[in-house]
């Protein structure tokens, strides 16, 4: 069983601050043949959750610039949607592999280096 539409949930309560670690991998769109393209559809990002005490994954569309952001950078994720995907096994059993997937990853505080440094006078900058 798959939600297809995926649900959403309270981000801070569920998930707590979050830091980047790295990005885990590239998910490449497959052929006609079965066999992975050179195109990637996604990306996935290690994060350190602190509600959760541990690394979770979330999944960004290839459509956003790669994300390599400073480790332990608090972020925060862009519309997340969270979903699940359920596998039957032996019996009358079910196990489920849950997923993170968001439109963006992006820094929680723009970064500081972006502002002129206040003992030197814009005009004298090179």
Request: hydrophobic share 35%.
């Amino acid at each position: 069983m798959r939600f297809s539409n995926g649900f959403f949930g309270e981000n801070e309560a569920t998930l707590g601050t979050l830091r980047f670690s790295a990005m885990r991998r590239e998910v490449f769109e497959e052929n006609a043949d079965g066999t992975p393209s050179e195109v990637v559809k996604e990306r996935t990002y290690d994060l350190k959750s602190d509600k959760q005490g541990r690394m979770i994954q979330v999944s960004v569309p290839a459509s956003v610039p790669v994300r390599d952001f400073a480790y332990n950078a608090e972020v925060k994720l862009v519309n997340p949607m969270f979903g699940a995907i359920a596998h039957v096994t032996f019996g009358n059993s079910a196990e489920v592999d849950w997923y993170i997937k968001a439109d963006d990853l992006v820094l929680k505080t723009p970064a500081q280096n972006s502002q002129p440094h206040k003992d030197v006078p814009a005009d004298k900058k090179s």
